[in-house]
């Protein structure tokens, strides 16, 4: 069976069509963008965060003349800036990280056996580690299997993540971390080890990237570990993973999910007013303690006089993978308890209004 046929949940997040092991994108909705930045931002504090001593710098390459080749960009002359501005102030290990974003999709995909996901546009993070070559190999091995952990983390079906076989060319080392759908794998990023002084022969620019390592007073020239993610091909292998967990909801990582948090209005009408302002509250107290709780709420008044309306909504709700509910109603104006529903059980628990961000902030942050 053809994934797109299977996945039809898909549809709310995507427009795709499968032609054996190619799937073409046509078009995306705002909840897979809001999907695909919340894996970029979680990405890159990733990369900052898990190694404090590794100084990183972030620059957008959108425009910056890159050919395929592994090495071209680092000719770049926004790239070589950040790596000066580094190089004065930091011993290896330092990283840069780029954001590039291709109008057009030009790279042709080599048809390896893999599946292979075509979107009109390229969306790509590349980070550069500059490593002594003493520690590259070692470094290299290490890489791989911290960022397969991270994948495994926001990924519905940890065990689906693999490293593929180590592949060589003369002049570099590479793998990738793979998903697996259904019987296909799909590449979700790449790794690269090479050294600089394979790939530049030019000695005036090979002089910008000599580099301080520790307890060493010459400057030597270091290798590179190049990642290269496809955000785009790396938030559809995630959502292929989230509604292929179950047929009851799309299992996003509450970190990744389009909203963490839909806040409902379910009350009389007599008091719809009073409750339209107490979510507009809520949602306010939470955007400026936390902004990176994303809260759908669509600030209507809804009376659901059956509790199949009301289930109806969370379905809905479900199906694109708000992991919580919020549900404020006319006790909520009077004792101040709201209902919290966690979307993987449907098990609602009281939560009072003074507790509410501490605690959504605990259950967001946390792991």
Same mark, same amino acid.
């Given at each position: 069976?053809?994934?797109?046929?299977?996945?039809?949940?898909?549809?709310? *997040?995507?427009? +795709?069509?499968?032609?054996? =092991?190619?799937?073409?994108?046509? =078009?995306?909705?705002?909840?897979?963008?809001? !999907?695909?930045? =919340?894996?970029? =931002?979680?990405?890159?504090?990733?990369?900052?965060?898990?190694?404090?001593? #590794?100084?990183?710098?972030?620059?957008?390459?959108?425009?910056? $003349? /890159?050919?395929?080749?592994?090495? %071209?960009?680092?000719?770049?002359?926004?790239?070589?800036? %950040?790596?000066?501005?580094?190089?004065?102030?930091?011993?290896?290990?330092?990283?840069?990280?780029?954001? #590039?974003?291709?109008?057009?999709?030009?790279?042709?995909? #080599?048809?390896?056996?893999?599946?292979?996901?075509?979107?009109?546009?390229?969306?790509?993070?590349?980070?550069?580690?500059?490593?002594?070559?003493?520690?590259?190999?070692?470094?290299?091995?290490?890489?791989?299997?911290?960022?397969?952990?991270?994948?495994?983390?926001?990924?519905?079906?940890?065990? $689906?993540?693999?490293?593929? /076989? &180590?592949?060589?060319?003369?002049?570099?080392?590479?793998?990738?971390? &793979?998903?697996?759908?259904?019987?296909?794998?799909?590449?979700?990023?790449? *790794? $690269?080890?090479?050294?600089?002084?394979?790939?530049?022969?030019?000695?005036?620019?090979?002089?910008?990237?000599?580099?301080?390592?520790?307890?060493?007073?010459?400057? !030597? +020239?270091?290798?590179?570990?190049?990642?290269?993610?496809?955000?785009?091909?790396?938030?559809? %292998?995630?959502?292929?993973?989230?509604?292929?967990?179950?047929?009851?909801?799309?299992?996003?990582?509450?970190?990744? %999910?389009?909203? &963490?948090?839909? #806040?409902?209005?379910?009350?009389?009408?007599?008091?719809?007013?009073?409750?339209? /302002?107490?979510?507009?509250?809520?949602?306010?107290?939470?955007? @400026?303690? @936390?902004?990176?709780?994303?809260?759908?709420?669509?600030?209507?008044?809804?009376?659901?006089?059956?509790?199949?309306?009301?289930?109806?909504?969370?379905?809905?709700?479900?199906?694109?993978?708000?992991?919580?509910?919020?549900?404020?109603?006319?006790?909520?104006?009077?004792?101040?308890? +709201?209902?919290?529903?966690?979307?993987?059980?449907?098990?609602?628990?009281?939560?009072?209004?003074?507790?509410?961000?501490?605690?959504?902030? $605990?259950?967001?942050?946390?792991?």
């Amino acid at each position: 069976m053809k994934i797109v046929e299977k996945l039809s949940r898909i549809k709310q *997040f995507a427009d +795709l069509e499968q032609k054996n =092991n190619v799937i073409t994108v046509r =078009n995306v909705t705002p909840l897979f963008n809001n !999907v695909l930045n =919340n894996v970029k =931002n979680e990405y890159l504090k990733f990369h900052t965060s898990r190694e404090p001593k #590794i100084r990183s710098t972030f620059i957008d390459s959108t425009g910056e $003349k /890159d050919a395929n080749d592994y090495a %071209a960009y680092l000719h770049n002359s926004k790239f070589i800036d %950040a790596f000066v501005e580094l190089k004065e102030s930091q011993e290896l290990p330092f990283c840069i990280s780029e954001e #590039i974003k291709e109008k057009n999709n030009l790279i042709e995909c #080599i048809d390896d056996g893999t599946l292979r996901v075509i979107f009109p546009k390229r969306y790509l993070l590349r980070t550069s580690y500059f490593v002594s070559n003493s520690f590259s190999n070692e470094s290299f091995y290490h890489m791989q299997r911290q960022h397969k952990i991270w994948w495994m983390k926001y990924g519905s079906y940890p065990g $689906k993540y693999r490293i593929s /076989d &180590q592949k060589s060319d003369p002049k570099f080392k590479f793998v990738n971390i &793979q998903s697996t759908v259904t019987d296909h794998l799909l590449n979700v990023e790449s *790794f $690269k080890l090479f050294s600089l002084k394979d790939c530049i022969k030019d000695k005036e620019l090979l002089s910008n990237f000599l580099s301080k390592i520790p307890n060493h007073k010459k400057e !030597v +020239l270091p290798d590179v570990i190049k990642t290269v993610v496809d955000l785009n091909a790396a938030t559809m %292998a995630l959502l292929f993973d989230a509604v292929n967990l179950t047929d009851y909801y799309t299992a996003f990582h509450r970190r990744i %999910a389009p909203y &963490q948090l839909s #806040i409902v209005c379910n009350g009389s009408k007599e008091y719809s007013e009073e409750l339209t /302002d107490l979510a507009r509250y809520v949602q306010l107290l939470i955007m @400026e303690t @936390e902004p990176r709780i994303q809260v759908l709420n669509e600030l209507k008044h809804k009376s659901y006089d059956e509790d199949s309306m009301l289930d109806k909504l969370f379905n809905s709700y479900d199906t694109i993978g708000i992991p919580y509910n919020l549900v404020l109603d006319d006790n909520s104006l009077d004792d101040g308890f +709201l209902q919290l529903r966690n979307r993987n059980t449907t098990l609602s628990e009281k939560v009072h209004l003074s507790d509410v961000t501490n605690y959504l902030i $605990k259950v967001f942050t946390s792991g």
